[in-house]
């Protein structure tokens, strides 16, 4: 069955702190994204990347990064965590073949 | 661009009852629309898509939903609702040549009355 796999499930960070939230998928896709999850406003894309090094700004990029060295992994970066960073954040992965898009089971982050 | 909008924040029926939850959209493409389901504390599960082929698509657990262009809607719909149905609804659209990119709605939160 493919997967993408989070990390972690929970997380709790302190307020400037550098967070790391990590996405691995083992499907060989060309594509990856990264969403935040927030009550009543759906999902929202941070950033996504159609190949290694590459990467591409989504709709609330500001105040994070990311990081493709390999195809399989997508890393989201906070450089500096904020209190209004805390949400639910959600990887996938996607191939054109068959519009596949697959879901990591999200990593619910708070900052304090 | 793509947009989508789902037109009730919360719908609420009672189990046996029928579903509908409502979803317009805008695109400036040929649109691949979706509706994902999450259940409290679970991830996001497909239940159904539609990418240019039949306008009436079937999906899991009964649900289906047909693909309205002259409306710009794709409202999902079930004929008699379980309790297992409460749970968040996403409708999306994406673009083809957007390299997968997913635009959702805000989300609909359904409750189910027994």
């Known amino acids: 069955d493919v997967k993408v796999t989070q990390s972690s499930r929970y997380l709790v960070k302190r307020t400037g702190e550098k967070v790391f939230l990590e996405c691995v998928q083992d499907?060989?896709?060309?594509?990856m994204f990264w969403y935040r999850q927030d009550p009543g406003l759906g999902l929202r894309l941070i950033y996504f990347s159609y190949d290694v090094k590459m990467k591409e700004k989504g709709d609330i990029p500001e105040g994070y990064s990311v990081s493709r060295e390999k195809k399989e992994r997508f890393s989201l970066i906070l450089e500096s965590a904020s209190t209004n960073q805390t949400s639910m954040y959600l990887c996938a992965s996607w191939t054109a073949i068959n519009y596949g898009y697959t879901f990591g089971s999200g990593t619910r982050l708070t900052v304090v | 661009a793509q947009s989508v909008t789902q037109l009730d924040s919360h719908v609420s029926v009672s189990e046996g009852t029928p579903v509908l939850l409502r979803c317009n959209y805008s695109s400036s493409y040929s649109p691949s629309l979706f509706w994902y389901v999450q259940h409290p504390n679970k991830g996001l599960q497909l239940l159904l898509k539609?990418?240019?082929?039949?306008?009436l698509v079937k999906g899991i657990n009964g649900f289906e939903a047909e693909f309205k262009k002259s409306e710009t809607s794709f409202h999902l719909t079930k004929p008699s609702a379980h309790m297992s149905d409460a749970a968040e609804y996403f409708c999306v659209v994406s673009a083809l040549g957007q390299g997968g990119k997913l635009i959702f709605g805000q989300g609909t939160e359904l409750s189910v009355k027994p």
């Open positions: 539609y990418t240019s082929a039949a306008t």
């Open positions: 499907m060989d896709h060309e594509n």
